[in-house]
T-cell receptor, first 110, second 113 residues
Framework: GENVEQHPSTLSVQEGDSAVIKCTYS??????FPWYKQELGKRPQLIID?????GEKKDQRIAVTLNKTAKHFSLHITETQPEDSAVYFC?????????FGAGTQVVVTP | DVKVTQSSRYLVKRTGEKVFLECVQD?????MFWYRQDPGLGLRLIYF???????EKGDIPEGYSVSREKKERFSLILESASTNQTSMYLC????????????FGPGTRLTVT
């Protein structure tokens, strides 16, 4: 089955700096890679996703890149703000099921 | 606006009790999922369902069962709760087809003593 590894587990950034979270997956048939954000005490919500037929996707301050050959994908947050503080989960789809990474706790300090 | 609700936010049960966690979605979604969330382990799939009366095992089904008698409702059952089932339980749903986005409920924090 699919195995998704996510790094780092915690990330502390200064407000205004960039944050990068990296994930690797094992199933070469995976074709959909979402990122979920979970604020403290709230439910996970989709913030951006990418399909295997594109290499990069951007939405305002967040972007995701995908390298199919190397089987890794990354989330980039630019100009970080305090409201970006949350746990971020990457995921990959395999046989119709999402396999999630372990999560990255992002803390944005003023 | 998709709405996924769970019957309880917090639940405390004793070892050996039978526990029911209920999830309801109001968007006519075909697919429903139960996950448990533990620190450092992410979200792990327990069971999922693609249709009424249909269920499939996820990655960690041991100690759990599910029921889907109606399209909008998906129940997770702990037949005999154990302390290692203390966790946050999240329900999710999505529509069948090309959109894989899953919509999550608020979660149930279950403590088994």
């Amino acid at each position: 089955g699919e195995n998704v590894e996510q790094h780092p587990s915690t990330l502390s950034v200064q407000e205004g700096d960039s944050a990068v979270i990296k994930c690797t997956y094992s199933d070469s048939a995976s074709n959909y890679f979402p990122w979920y954000k979970q604020e403290l005490g709230k439910r996970p919500q989709l913030i951006i996703d990418i399909r295997s037929n594109v290499g990069e996707k951007k939405d305002q301050r967040i972007a995701v890149t995908l390298n199919k050959t190397a089987k890794h994908f990354s989330l980039h947050i630019t100009e970080t703000q305090p409201e970006d503080s949350a746990v971020y989960f990457c995921a990959a789809i395999s046989w119709g099921k999402l396999q999630f990474g372990a999560g990255t706790q992002v803390v944005v300090t003023p | 606006d998709v709405k996924v609700t769970q019957s309880s936010r917090y639940l405390v049960k004793r070892t050996g009790e039978k526990v029911f966690l209920e999830c309801v979605q109001d968007m006519d979604h075909e697919n429903m999922f139960w996950y448990r969330q533990d620190p450092g382990l992410g979200l792990r799939l327990i069971y999922f369902s693609y249709d009424v009366k249909m269920k499939e095992k996820g990655d960690i089904p041991e100690g759990y069962s599910v029921s889907r008698e109606k399209k909008e409702r998906f129940s997770l059952i702990l037949e005999s709760a154990s302390t290692n089932q203390t966790s946050m339980y999240l329900c999710a749903s999505n529509i069948k087809g090309e959109s894989y986005e899953q919509y999550f409920g608020p979660g149930t924090r279950l403590t088994v003593t």
